[in-house]
Every structure is written in C-alpha cells, then in structure tokens.
C-alpha cells in the first residue's frame, strides 16, 4: 500500500522521477526538522561559493549579484520566521536553494555549480561547530574562573581526603576544587586540538570527486576562515571525525562533570553537611517538607548518560562505512546537536552551581578529625624522628589507632604514656604533627595540598587563563 507524500515531485533531484516519494520515504529521508539549525552556515557557504564561481568565471558577475541579495532576504524571512520549511525538500540545503529560486529565478541553479549537498553539508556541520567549539570553551574557561576564586575563598579550609571514598589524609578544600580545574584545562585542550584538525574546507570537492570547472578552493577555505581545503575529496565528504572528536572531548568532560556533580551531591547529604547551595540550585519535596534537594547536580551528574550514547552511536554509524557518503551520515546530526545542548546546559548549570555554593568549614573540618586522618602524618613522624623504617612505623601507628578507637580516642588525645607502651622513644613533640592544620600544611610537596601550595597552583593558573 502506497501512501504518496506529496502533490509533487522533488524539485531538486525530480528529473529522472517519474512518482513522487512514499510518505514513509519522505519521513525517513527528511532532516530539515533539526539540521535547519544549520541556516546561517549554510548560507555563508552559499556566498564564499558563489564569490568564487563569479571570481573564477564560471557565473556572471549579474548571477553573483542576485544569489547574493536572494541570500540576503532569506536570511532576513528565516530571521524574522518568515520562512517556510518543508520536509518534501528534505533539508536546510535544498530548502535555501528552492526558496532562492523562487526569489531570483533560474540564477539560483547556477548557485549549485561545482558543489554537492555532500560537501555543502560536511562544510555547514564544521562551520557549526567551530563557533560552538568556542562557545563551548569558553564555558569552561568561565567555570575555570569561578574554580580559581572558590579555590582562593577556601585555600584554607580543610576538609577529609578520601581514597575508596573511606578517609585517608586531610586535605584543603581548594586543592579539592583545584583538581577540578586541571581537569577542565585537560578538556579545553581537547576541544582546541579538535577545533584545529577540523578546521579544513571540504568545499568544492563536489559529490566525491572534485569537479571538472576552474574552481579555487583555497579562495573558499579563505573566506570561510579555514585554515585550508581539505586534501582529499573523497575523504572530505565521508570525514565525519569533526563530529566524532567533539563528542569524545565532550563525554570526556561530561564524565569529570559528573565526578564533581556526585561529589556535590554528597557534600549536599546532612551527614556530610560540607557544602549548601540556594534556594536557586535545589529543589523541594511534594512530600517530605524538610528536603533540599541537589536536582541540578544529579542531572548534570545523568547527562554522561546521553552524551557516551551519542557518542557511541555516530561511532556506530561511521563503522564500515564504505567510501564515499551514503545517506547513513545524515544521522550524525541529532546526536551530535543533543551532545552540544545537553553538554553546554550542564557546564552552564555546573557553573550555576560553583558560584552559589557555600562551604560549611566547621562541618569539613570536624570530619576532617575522624577516622584517623593523621596516622600517616604519625608514622611520617616515627620516621622522620625516630628514624624507623617507614614500614615498621607503619606497624607501630597500626598499633597506636587501634589503642585509640579501643578507647574512644583520637590519636592526639592518647597520654604519652600509653603511646611510649607501644613504642618507648616517642617524644611530646610527636603531638604537633597530630593535627589536620598541621597535616596539610606540612604537605608542601608540588603540587601538594598545603594552603602555600594552593595558593601557588592558583597563581600559575591565573597567569595562563
Ligand atoms: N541532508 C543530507 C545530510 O545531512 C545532505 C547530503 C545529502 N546528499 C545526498 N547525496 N543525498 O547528510
């Protein structure tokens, strides 16, 4: 049963047609619902094309003129949403080229000479990009900014360092925050590296095999600010690594925001009580009256979710693909959009969420006491003192943590006496390194957690952003 899509045949492509399409064809066929967002890119291409074409001769400098103002008005009827679009024509490219001809008439044809949709597309989905890719890095160059100053607020501040998530060593709130700005140095440098391999013309290299006119794709690649033609037509119009390499920078990221997103979810718990944000980044129960609940964190922590799917799936499109396009890479696009909007919503939100939130230091603090957190810097002491091997020392602060959970102790309140049973030379000095203050501060290492050092790493970082 045949269910046709529409009065007409396809006005791009109808010539050897004799039928119109199924309206399941159509449905499947179409992109133009999401890749419209490709409008301006699309019509930039237009213009560098027929810049060139008139340049080179091979159009009228009369024919350059009217693309040019045709290309003006639609800009002007989609600005304002005066534009039509129809999924019978498929996609933004011929939805434009259909619309030119309407306003100038049979120049608008002209406008397709030495070029395909296949590297009309390849050349809009990167100009796309790399303004995103700026927008994008500059999202994390601004959560970088708010890291430096939280960093700066709570250089100080010392908080539980965890390994397996049990407590291990103290360490200060703004090293904390600090090794999330290395992370998100990692990820800008990630996209600026994409940015830079993509930033290549596949324009004029025509369906696959470049074109028989007296084309110049290097006046095209020009005046699209690329940094050249691609070199390769076959492979300009199948490369869709552009879009591959964003969304792995992007799940990358997506996957250190989540880390962090997690951790301010659990800072957020009452029994940690590390951290609170406002009213403005939590959200209520319809229930339980007393809950604040962490909402944006735990759905910048999700996000991971769609954005490795996405990935994942253009990886899957791509996979045995046969040179050079089939129509299978039309599907890059909604995954790559959905990771692009679902990436840049999170580190917006994340930056949110960095700005609003309060510490409480008295909270982090007493956890920072529990668990022992000072053993190491007590058998760093035996060592470095008495001059025990760091594995016997290791035994001997074994000794003395169990003597202090045996009677409710932490290990600075264990009488010198009781400490001597266990390991006569020790001495009163021991006592100043069994404090959290005195724990981070001695870690002086580079790049260690000592307030000092902190601040160091904060420095260094200011001076490169
Ligand atoms: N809408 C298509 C895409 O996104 C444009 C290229 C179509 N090319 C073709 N030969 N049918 O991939």
Redesign the pocket.
Known sequence: MSNKASTQKNKM?GGRFADQPDAVMEAI????SY?KRLWRQDIAGSKAHAAMLAHKNIISKQDYVDILKGLDQIVDEIETDKFTFSAAL?????NIEQRLTEIIGPAAGRLHTAR???D???TD?KLWLRDVTDHTIKLLTDIQKIILKRAEDYADAVIPGFTHLQTAQPVTFGHHLMAYYEMFERDKTRFIDARARANESPLGAA?LAGTVYDTDRFMTAEALEFDRPSRNSLDSVSDRDFALEYMAAAAIAAGHMSRFAEEIVIWMTPQFGFVSLSDQWTTGSSIMPQKKNPDAAELVRAKTGRINGNLIALLTVIKGLPLA?S?D?????EALFDTVDHLELALTAMRGMLSDLKANTDKMRHAANAGFSVATDLADWLVKSLGLPFRQAHHVTGALVKYAEDHNLTLDQIPLAEMQKIEPNITEDIYHVLTVDASVAARQSYGGTAPDQVRLQIKERKLCL
């Open positions: 492509w066929n179409a992109s133009i890749d498929e996609d933004i490219h011929m395909s949709r296949n009309q597309v390849a989905t369906a396009y129509k890479m039309q599907e890059d696009k």
